[in-house]
């Protein structure tokens, strides 16, 4: 599991280090960085909390147990540099009932909302091999839920 929190807090300064476009390093070097852990990463919609508010991702990793457990987090960004534009993590969250549950996801459709985004997914509990669906629901950093539905 260290392995896997390195990997998101590696993936999150890439993020933050990165520059404008314009004065952006190459595309593949970036690329190149991000760790084999990461199965996933996905915009989910945009938050706002008072006077901040930026875009939410999801991110997925993979991890090193032994019947394929992947975890989950959703990560709160916002502009960090107004001079340069520069992008950078203002909170993380993990959802720990995909890696407690076992649940391997194996597909997902976002709905953006007003402030927030609700994200299904589909996957498959390792242990049982039971399809089950899933929904996320994303608000500002740090309000999240995570539900079954079948």
């Known amino acids: 599991m260290r392995r896997a929190a390195a990997a998101l807090t590696m993936l999150a300064a890439l993020v933050a280090a990165a520059p404008l476009a314009a004065q952006s390093p190459d595309p593949t070097r970036i690329l190149a960085a991000i760790p084999g852990e990461v199965m996933f ?83 498959t509990v390792l242990t049982s091999g039971q399809k089950r669906r899933y929904m996320l629901t994303i608000g500002p950093p740090g309000e999240v839920m995570f539900s079954g539905s079948r």
């Open 41 to 123: 990463l996905r915009a989910t919609g945009t938050w706002r909390q008072g006077d901040r508010e930026g875009p939410s991702r999801i991110v997925l990793l993979r991890t090193n147990a032994p019947d394929g457990a992947m975890r989950l987090f959703v990560q709160w960004l916002a502009v960090a540099d107004q001079r340069t534009g520069r992008i950078g993590v203002v909170a993380t969250e993990e959802i720990p009932e995909v890696f407690d549950w076992r649940v391997k996801i194996e597909d997902y459709r976002i709905e953006p909302d007003v402030d927030g985004a609700r994200v299904m997914f589909d996957g």
